[in-house]
């Protein structure tokens, strides 16, 4: 059983900056590709991004791209999500996950261990 806890997130302004963390269980982390989705009240979840398990390949969703950054420490099995000038739409409850050995990283399905989330709240 894989355990994923997030921690991190809070009340920011606009404009400002939040690092949330994902630490994960198990010994096998750095096989696995790690994603973040959000899911805000009345949205469906969503992609955020997505890292390789070397850490080597990235990927994002056009709304974070060149905000957020992703990346892990495979010593710590940990992944992060660096959110820099956030908006107020970037408000949500968000979620790491752990992606199956195959599938696309765009979609929930292809995650099969999820963390219980974390509430970002930015203010405008």
């Known amino acids: 059983q894989v355990q994923l806890v997030e921690s991190g997130g809070g009340l920011v302004q606009a404009g400002g900056s939040l690092r949330l963390s994902c630490a994960a269980s198990?010994?096998?982390?750095?096989?696995?590709?790690m994603g973040w989705f959000r899911q805000a009240p009345g949205k469906e979840r969503e992609f955020v991004a997505a890292?390789?398990?070397?850490?080597?390949?990235?990927y994002y969703s056009d709304s974070v791209k060149g905000r957020f950054t992703i990346s892990r420490d495979n010593a710590k099995n940990t992944v992060y999500l660096q959110m820099t000038s956030l908006k107020p739409e970037d408000t949500a409850v968000y979620y790491c996950?752990?992606?199956?050995?195959?599938?696309?990283?765009?979609?929930?399905?292809?995650?099969?261990?999820w963390g219980q989330g974390t509430q970002v709240t930015v203010s405008s």
């Open positions: 890292i390789s398990g070397s850490g080597g390949s990235t």
């Open positions: 996950a752990r992606r199956r050995l195959s599938g696309s990283s765009y979609y929930t399905s292809s995650y099969d261990y």
């Open positions: 198990g010994r096998t982390f750095s096989d696995y590709r």
